[in-house]
C-alpha cells in the first residue's frame, strides 16, 4: 500500500520588506508528519542548493516531493510548518468548500 499524501505548510516572509508574508505549500507521500516536515525542508534545501549553484532546480521524486522553483529574499519559518495529510488543495478552498482556480 503506498504512503498517505502529506501537505506541509510553512510561514514564509520576504526579508526586507516587513508584511509580504504567505505560506508556502509542499505535498508528496510520507509515513508521518514529522517525516513530511523533514522531507519538505530536504527538498527545499536541495532547490536552494541548486539555485545557489546555477543548476536546475530538482523536481518530480518518486514519492511525489518536488519544487518547481526557488525565490530568493523569502524566509521560511521551518519551525512553525505544519502537516497534515492531504485531502484536497486548502489553498483552492473557499467558504463553501467549492474550489477556486
Known amino acids: 500500500m503506498p504512503l498517505p499524501y502529506f501537505e506541509v505548510d510553512?510561514?514564509?516572509h520576504r526579508t526586507?520588506?516587513?508584511g509580504l508574508n504567505g505560506v508556502h505549500i509542499f505535498t508528496g507521500?510520507?509515513?508521518s508528519r514529522s517525516a513530511a516536515v523533514r522531507i519538505a525542508?530536504?527538498?527545499y534545501d536541495a532547490a536552494r542548493a541548486a539555485a545557489a549553484a546555477g543548476r536546475e532546480i530538482p523536481h518530480g521524486r518518486p514519492d511525489g516531493w518536488g519544487a518547481c522553483g526557488y525565490r530568493p529574499g523569502w524566509e521560511l519559518d521551518w519551525p512553525a510548518a505544519t502537516a497534515d495529510r492531504w485531502n484536497n488543495p486548502s489553498?483552492?478552498?473557499t467558504d463553501?468548500?467549492?474550489f477556486e482556480m
Open 96 to 98: 463553501d468548500g467549492d
Open 10 to 12: 510553512v510561514p514564509i
Open 91 to 93: 489553498w483552492t478552498r
Open 16 to 18: 526586507g520588506q516587513p
Open 41 to 43: 525542508h530536504e527538498v
Open 29 to 31: 507521500r510520507a509515513d
